[in-house]
């Protein structure tokens, strides 16, 4: 009687661990993510690794071209979660979504002009594609700010991404505020474009960090959820870089190549990371440096306490 009562001890316990570990997804979680490696590599390595069913989630993943979309689309409630640059990083601190999880420091920005433009300067009265509210905004504003120039100094033309792609290649405008690896498919027809500025530029006064924002009304047991299935797959891509790599240009349908050469425009942050920079206040620094930025370029009317727009001690926990 004794082994009967041990063995189903052990089946019971057996069938808990199976239920602890989410193996039947029953939550439905809506997540929006930009097809590079910066945006798309911790959805690929938790597809990969069954992390979602693991915290008993389901995920329907949809593309999107820029971070405001994915901020749109959240507020209209047709998105739990997405991905954003530095550029759109406006957006939750005026209180349009909450960041749940930083990503990494990006270093994929540039100021892009047709040849011949050699020098910030030349931008004045040229005509220049920029997609609004985001890191290819800020990249933009940051350079003219350096060469003492503003938007009303340049014919200033929003554009989306691909409207960039198609009309830079062809000599429509004069030059962008834009990011790889977009970039590199302009190359292609444009192989000597001048690359006038970079986010490594402003290193010394500005962090890049790229993040995962989530909808304001989304429950926080859901949140914990997928703040955890982010959390291993930021400490899976950093022991696998390569398999992430080639995870990433499977779901992105890309060249490997292509997407390691992506890669490194950026420094990935892994949970642990993550967690000192909390703890020691660097991201605090890094939220609060670019809230100034936002004043100065009119997209906030101040600059909030980072603490109301993303919890580092949530993300730690």
């Known amino acids: 009687m004794k082994k009967l009562i041990a063995a189903l001890a052990a089946l019971t316990l057996l069938a808990g661990c199976g239920d602890s570990a989410g193996e039947k997804s029953s939550e439905k979680?809506?997540?929006?993510y930009i097809a590079d490696f910066n945006g798309?590599?911790?959805?690929?390595?938790?597809?990969?690794?069954?992390?979602?069913?693991?915290?008993?989630?389901?995920?329907?993943?949809?593309?999107?071209?820029?971070?405001p979309l994915q901020i749109t689309a959240m507020q209209s409630?047709?998105?739990?979660?997405?991905?954003?640059?530095?550029?759109?990083?406006?957006l939750p601190a005026s209180g349009k979504a909450k960041i749940i999880a930083l990503n990494s420091l990006g270093n994929a920005d540039r100021v892009i002009a047709q040849p011949g433009i050699t020098d910030l300067s030349q931008l004045k009265g040229k005509k220049v594609g920029v997609p609004e509210g985001t890191s290819g905004d800020m990249i933009l504003t940051l350079a003219l700010k350096k060469a003492g120039l503003t938007s009303d100094d340049i014919k200033r033309t929003p554009m989306d991404a691909a409207t960039i792609v198609t009309a830079f290649g062809a000599g429509q405008i004069d030059a962008a505020g834009f990011w790889y690896p977009a970039i590199g498919t302009i190359k292609t027809k444009q192989p000597n474009l001048v690359e006038l500025?970079?986010?490594?530029?402003?290193?010394?006064?500005?962090a890049f960090p790229t993040a995962f924002?989530?909808?304001?009304?989304?429950?926080?047991?859901?949140?914990?959820?997928?703040?955890?299935?982010?959390?291993?797959?930021?400490?899976?891509?950093?022991?696998?870089?390569?398999?992430?790599?080639a995870?990433?240009?499977?779901?992105?349908?890309?060249?490997?190549?292509?997407?390691?050469?992506?890669?490194?425009?950026?420094?990935?942050?892994?949970?642990?990371?993550?967690?000192?920079y909390t703890a020691d206040g660097t991201i605090t620094k890094w939220l609060s440096a670019m809230g100034d930025y936002f004043v100065g370029a009119g997209k906030l009317p101040s600059n909030p306490d980072p603490s109301t727009y993303y919890s580092g001690e949530g993300f730690k926990k």
Do not use: C
Request: hydrophobic residues 45%; charged residues 25%; proline residues 3%.
């Open 29 to 32: 979680v809506s997540f929006g």
């Open 40 to 67: 798309a590599s911790l959805l690929a390595v938790a597809d990969d690794q069954k992390l979602w069913a693991k915290h008993g989630l389901e995920v329907s993943a949809k593309v999107f071209t820029n971070g």
């Open 77 to 90: 409630g047709d998105l739990d979660y997405g991905y954003i640059g530095p550029g759109a990083a406006w």
């Open 197 to 206: 500025a970079k986010d490594s530029d402003f290193a010394d006064t500005m």
């Open 213 to 245: 924002v989530g909808r304001n009304e989304v429950a926080a047991d859901k949140n914990t959820k997928v703040i955890q299935v982010l959390r291993e797959a930021m400490d899976y891509r950093a022991a696998h870089p390569d398999e992430t790599i």
């Open 247 to 276: 995870l990433v240009a499977k779901l992105n349908k890309q060249p490997v190549d292509v997407v390691k050469a992506d890669a490194a425009n950026s420094e990935m942050l892994d949970a642990k990371t993550l967690d000192g």
